[in-house]
């Protein structure tokens, strides 16, 4: 049974950082591709990164590049999002996902999700 679980939301003020990790567990797991996507109060849920577990390429929402990092440990099958200088428009649910790459990724093509952390981002 694959799982992956988030870690490393909270509360924090705006212009604040915080690193959410992902780890993904389970003898099944073989997605290429790793991300990020968020769900605001009200708002549907939209992508906000994702990496690919080889070579590292990277993909990110405009709304979040210069300030968001994605990165990963493939020994740790662990994903990070540093997420610097927030916004009180950040505030949402992060939930990590895995996909077979990253366009299928981005475009919603989902192997398997977290059940998400939350970031709330204090004016």
């Known amino acids: 049974q694959v799982q992956l679980v988030e870690s490393g939301g909270g509360l924090v003020q705006a212009g604040g950082s915080l690193r959410l990790s992902c780890t993904a567990s389970?003898?099944?797991?073989?997605?290429?591709?790793m991300g990020w996507f968020r769900q605001a109060p009200g708002k549907e849920r939209e992508f906000v990164a994702a990496?690919?577990?080889?070579?590292?390429?990277?993909n990110y929402a405009d709304s979040v590049k210069g300030r968001f990092t994605i990165s990963r440990d493939s020994a740790k099958m662990t994903v990070y999002l540093q997420v610097n200088s927030l916004k009180p428009e950040d505030t949402a649910v992060y939930y990590c996902?895995?996909?077979?790459?990253?366009?299928?990724?981005?475009?919603?093509?989902?192997?398997?999700w977290g059940k998400g952390t939350l970031v709330t981002v204090s004016s």
């Open positions: 389970g003898r099944a797991f073989n997605s290429a591709a």
């Open positions: 996902a895995a996909g077979p790459s990253l366009n299928d990724l981005r475009r919603g093509g989902i192997d398997y």
């Open positions: 990496i690919r577990w080889i070579g590292g390429i990277t």
